[in-house]
């Protein structure tokens, strides 16, 4: 299999419409990061900096003790600890943690990856301001302050905004992955993927347990096979014959048909299929680098079986062998969250790569 190219920079994987009530939000920009699986191209600065700490999907609100009692406060954890989609139980969106702006001073703690600064001054602007700031102290940091006149003024401004500044943490966080499977992805794996469906997939190197379908030779199934949660990759294709598969309907319609073939219970009467009962799918198009991807979201269950859990796909055009191909993750955790397990396969889904593309792009962190 020929060497895989380098990451280089992209559009936001969701781009977001312009809004009219965002002419008050400051957007800063930094160089983005180049990653290459042979050499780190970085800017001599990013060379000199520590990678990002932190647990993933912990995100640090730095603010006065004093804000802790406030309805900003109320506010800022409703807007982070929303529920993520597709998970049946309501994960949230990160787990908030709390400084004071003395502690954030200090070397060791200012280099976590997910940073929310609440600067409230009498002094300030007649309208809160919210600024971005990219690899600040790390490399694969986010840093967003949120600066107002009044706690009321932030209290009311933020909700308008909170899908950007969620997304602008969820993209931080998959970029911080997706530098780590680049690293140690699992090449035995990714060869057999080659082999089976002519594309390339980053695959963690816990997904080591080669998986076997009921019916379909080339369809490609693996796991890490853990006792108690356990993650799953699968990559299928199909024909293009209908424009609609890009769509909710077609494309469950297609999954519940290949996935319900290959997967199966422990008797004939159970197999895989979208579970519309507990969560209803959802499906969207993303653009990666101007490549249009479908993205499906939601729960999957054992038909006539107890097994369930969320799932993520991700569905490209494959325009050179005329096929739709279906890269999928989907976890069980029945006495666990399912963040990070979802979310570690959802980054793993953005390394997809077919025979017309010739670079892995990295996500871009905006506030648009």
Not at 208 to 236: E, G, I, R
Not at 329 to 352: M, Q, V, W
Request: with cysteine; charged share 25%.
């Amino acid at each position: 299999m020929a060497a895989l190219e380098p990451f280089e920079p992209f559009e936001p994987f969701e781009p977001f419409e312009p809004l009219k009530n965002m002419k008050r939000l400051l957007i800063l920009l930094s160089a983005l990061t180049l990653l290459s699986l042979t050499s780190c191209k970085k800017s001599i600065q990013n060379v000199l900096k520590p990678d990002s700490s932190g647990t993933p999907y912990d995100l640090y609100l730095v603010m006065d003790e004093a804000l802790k009692e406030t309805a900003l406060n109320d506010t800022l954890h409703a807007i982070f600890e929303f529920p993520m989609e597709g998970t049946p139980n309501g994960d949230e969106y990160f787990r908030v943690r709390h400084l004071t702006p003395e502690n954030f001073a200090s070397q060791v703690i200012r280099i976590v990856a997910n940073v929310a600064i609440v600067d409230i001054d009498p002094t300030n602007g007649e309208q809160p301001v919210v600024t971005l700031e990219r690899d600040p102290y790390a490399d694969h940091q986010v840093i967003v302050r949120m600066h107002a006149k009044s706690i009321e003024s932030l209290a009311d401004y933020l909700p308008q905004i909170q899908e950007q500044l969620r997304q602008v943490f969820v993209k931080n966080e998959m970029n911080r992955r997706i530098k780590i499977i680049t690293k140690e992805h699992l090449i035995k794996q990714q060869d057999r993927l080659m082999r089976l469906q002519n594309a390339s997939l980053y695959i963690p190197r816990s997904m080591d347990v080669t998986c076997k379908p009921a019916k379909d030779s080339t369809f490609f199934w693996c796991t890490d096979n853990f006792a108690a949660k356990q993650s799953y990759l699968v990559v299928y294709s199909v024909p293009y014959t209908d424009p609609n598969i890009f769509t909710l309907e077609g494309a469950v319609a297609v999954r519940d048909s290949v996935m319900g073939a290959n997967i199966l219970g422990s008797d004939s009467t159970q197999h895989m299929e979208t579970n519309r009962n507990v969560v209803l799918p959802e499906y969207k198009a993303l653009n990666l680098g101007g490549r249009y991807v479908g993205e499906l979201r939601g729960m999957w269950r054992m038909r006539n079986g107890l097994m369930a859990g969320p799932f993520i796909c991700h569905i490209r055009l494959d325009e050179v062998n005329k096929r739709v191909v279906f890269a999928e993750g989907f976890c069980y955790a029945p006495n666990d969250g399912k963040r990070l397990l979802i979310r570690n396969l959802e980054a793993s889904l953005y390394t997809l790569k077919l025979p017309s593309d010739q670079l892995i792009p990295e996500i871009e962190v905006t506030l648009e």
